[in-house]
């Protein structure tokens, strides 16, 4: 049940709290929007690295589907970090700040961590043979770990360091930093540590290897980390923004998250967040695998994905006029997400005729027309997640209240990360298992294994060929499930973007005796 308010309390409300829309206005709050794009940028300099390594691996043809899928693992931590948001929200040293207090060390933590990778890449990643899974798996759990809980408290940070009426602009921060970041992170390890990629664009006369190695890459990153991290911490004062009379301990913010989570409004949000993503998880998680598998090379992908970091950190700028300050940002959401649905189609069909394309008797070229396909399918696709991903965050930020914006933020946040994570996962290791092969010339023998498939290629002018790949019928059953979930939750996200602000307010009682919390049921 919902607590009411009565005579023995006095409820504690933001001194912010006002539903009215203020028009955004940013003289005085562009050092802090610099910034937090510039905080948000070395979050995803980690998650770059996390999703980037495996389309190396797979250029290599060194792993399998299967490795793919225990790889994702490093991801899981933006899936479980509601865990420690209370923790975040809850401890810190005023002195220093209440974000700063989990801003600095955590980020100390990140580089000297990156400093250790980058000792240790020559023995974890060798130039031929299979990579040390474990131990990359491991670091980049630990790093992402500590990524997540620094988002937190960078998120929050965001609800008080702009001003009240710019701080719809947040949402542009993080997709710009963010997309910064993961191009850093990914495409710069692959291209600029490949000798074809420095060959062809780069160098004026061939030379051997790249024009910079991964782990000194990754060892300037971590110098980067430790510089950026001291700088802020000497000349960037935090806003006193503590309640007066409250202060919640960490069990009354994991009691909380479980007030929120009573809430109808909030209860069918997140419902929904959790399953958003299940309709293009299949169309996200494989293409590029898949496109490498074809006969695409790695530079090639890596090229098309620096277009498309280009795209995200251009498309939040025009975007947060729409977004920013609206009253409905949700609306924008609803439009897209059919066409996107349909987009797995261009994807699949793609798919499926690239190596009609680009092969010709065994021999790999590419004609300039499929970059262009290419590119067009990556840019629609491109377009349309992000349109989405800013409407979701602006919604995010729109009803968050800022006195506990870490905890409120973290919980939005996690419930659209457990989907993408934990299906990122799911899909790679299924589609081995719903691919269906067959040994060459032998309508009996099977594939199915890989005791199978070695007997198959051990037999004269025998090989497994694929029947089915998994990957179309996982793009299948995605998109029906995607319309199912379009159907389903249209209506309720109307409703819920109609509410006023203070429907989402946290209330903080000071009682007499026994402090209680709740969400209103206005």
Request: aromatic share 12%.
């Amino acid at each position: 049940m919902i607590d009411t308010p009565t005579s023995r309390h006095e409820i504690e409300k933001p001194a912010n709290d006002d539903s009215t829309w203020h028009k955004p206005n940013l003289k005085g709050d562009w050092c802090n929007l610099f910034l937090l794009t510039l905080l948000y940028t070395m979050q995803g300099i980690s998650f770059g690295l996390s999703v980037g390594l495996p389309i190396i691996f797979q250029s290599k043809n060194i792993v399998t589907y299967d490795d793919q899928g225990s790889m994702s693992y490093v991801l899981w931590p933006y899936a479980i970090r509601l865990l420690w948001a209370p923790i975040v929200d809850s401890f810190y040293v005023r002195r220093i700040g209440r974000r700063k207090s989990w801003f600095i060390p955590l980020q100390y933590l990140i580089g000297s961590l990156l400093l250790y990778f980058a000792y240790n890449t020559d023995e974890w990643l060798p130039e031929s043979g299979k990579p040390n899974l474990k131990m990359i798996v491991c670091l980049l759990f630990v790093i992402n770990l500590l990524n997540t809980m620094q988002d937190i408290a960078v998120d929050s940070w965001a609800l008080t360091m702009l001003k009240k009426n710019n701080v719809s602009y947040a949402s542009t921060c993080n997709s710009i930093g963010i997309s910064i970041g993961t191009f850093i992170g990914s495409v710069c390890p692959s291209l600029l540590s490949s000798e074809q990629f420095c060959n062809r664009y780069l160098r004026l006369t061939p030379g051997t290897g790249g024009i910079i190695s991964i782990k000194n890459i990754i060892f300037i990153w971590g110098v980067v980390f430790l510089s950026i991290t001291t700088l802020v911490t000497i000349f960037k004062k935090e806003k006193d923004t503590r309640l007066d009379d409250v202060k919640n301990n960490i069990f009354q913010n994991y009691k909380l998250i479980w007030s929120l989570l009573k809430h109808s409004s909030m209860r069918v949000f997140v419902i929904a967040l959790l399953t958003s993503t299940i309709g293009y998880s299949t169309m996200d998680m494989l293409t590029n695998l898949k496109l490498i598998d074809a006969g695409v090379s790695k530079d090639d992908i890596m090229l098309m994905n620096t277009a498309m970091s280009v795209l995200r950190i251009f498309i939040p700028l025009p975007l947060a006029k729409y977004t920013s300050g609206s009253p409905k940002p949700l609306s924008l959401y609803l439009k897209c997400t059919p066409i996107r649905l349909l987009w797995s189609v261009p994807y699949v069909l793609l798919i499926y005729y690239t190596p009609f394309i680009i092969k010709h008797d065994g021999v790999v070229n590419v004609p300039i027309y499929y970059y262009l396909i290419l590119g067009f399918i990556f840019t629609i696709n491109e377009l349309l997640t992000n349109i989405m991903n800013i409407t979701h965050t602006s919604f995010f930020i729109k009803i968050s209240d800022p006195r506990f914006g870490g905890t409120y933020l973290t919980l939005l946040n996690t419930a659209r990360s457990i989907s993408w994570v934990i299906l990122n996962t799911v899909v790679l290791k299924m589609v081995d298992i719903l691919t269906f092969n067959k040994c060459s010339n032998d309508d009996h023998g099977s594939c199915s294994t890989t005791d199978l498939q070695n007997i198959c290629n051990t037999k004269q002018g025998h090989n497994c060929v694929t029947i089915l790949d998994g990957y179309y019928i996982e793009a299948a059953i995605c998109m029906v499930i995607g319309f199912v979930w379009y159907a389903i939750f249209k209506s309720h996200y109307k409703i819920l973007q109609s509410k006023n602000h203070s429907h989402w307010i946290v209330d903080v009682k000071r009682p007499t005796s026994v402090s209680r919390s709740h969400v209103s049921s206005a």
